[in-house]
């Protein structure tokens, strides 16, 4: 059973160009989540998705910034117009169905390191 | 919403006991973690506590839950250079998504 995929592993971009940055959860998943950690800090909450539908986007940046986690296919965090703020490791992070239990197990990817110049 | 605090550096010798301190805000989490981040991976849980423990223990881990002072401990016995890696306590924000993560704690082993 593989784990999370994340692709790809590196993204560079120019300014002002988008990034695509894709997750596949772990079979059975149907929870992702997207986190980012800068440098030298720890995760911030992005969003959290089910299948077609966004359930948190707290986290997210009002503009430039959106999600997916259509019916087929992997999540896509897209990022237009990229900044060089926007450098940083992205993790994809996925879960089953939480059932009754609050019990919520996180299962992490390795992370796209974004990289703006 | 929920905040969660931690030192950012320990130093300790090979087989020595590694203590990591972990402060938090919101005193509804249910389940707190630990996940260990090694150089250029993702996270991985190490392990978890449910908040009616005051203890946990698996093998040389020991996680200890004061929740009167919101103060969660991870204690690792026998440290090993393998263990050199960044350690984040992490506690769900209000209905148990999303996790609220520490800045880590970088743990250097010295041989």
């Known amino acids: 059973n593989a784990g999370v995929m994340q692709n790809p592993r590196h993204l560079v971009r120019r300014r002002g160009q988008e990034a695509r940055l894709r997750c596949s959860p772990m079979k059975g998943h149907s929870h992702v989540y997207w986190y980012r950690q800068l440098p030298e800090e720890g995760l911030k909450f992005m969003v959290y998705l089910q299948k077609e539908n966004i359930i948190d986007e707290s986290g997210m940046p009002k503009e430039r910034f959106s999600a997916e986690f259509p019916k087929e296919g992997p999540s896509i965090l897209r990022i237009q117009q990229v900044v060089r703020g926007d450098s940083a490791a992205y993790f994809c992070?996925?879960?089953?169905?939480?059932?009754?239990?609050?019990?919520?197990?996180?299962?992490f990817g390795p992370g796209t390191r974004l990289t703006v110049l | 919403g929920e905040d969660v605090e931690q030192s950012l550096f320990l130093s300790v010798r090979e087989g020595d006991s590694s203590v990591i301190n972990c402060t938090y805000t919101?005193?509804?989490?249910?389940?707190l973690y630990w996940y260990k981040q090694e150089p250029g991976a993702g996270l991985q849980l190490l392990t978890y506590i449910f908040s009616n423990m005051d203890m946990k223990q698996d093998q040389r881990l020991t996680v200890l839950l004061n929740k009167k002072d919101k103060h969660l401990s991870l204690r690792i016995a026998d440290t090993q250079t393998g263990d050199s890696a960044i350690y984040f306590c992490?506690?769900?924000?209000?209905?148990?998504?999303?996790?609220?993560f520490g800045k880590g704690t970088r743990l250097s082993v010295i041989a």
């Open positions: 992070a996925s879960s089953p169905p939480l059932g009754g239990s609050s019990y919520n197990e996180q299962f």
């Open positions: 992490a506690v769900p924000n209000s209905g148990n998504t999303p996790l609220v």
């Open positions: 919101d005193s509804s989490s249910t389940y």
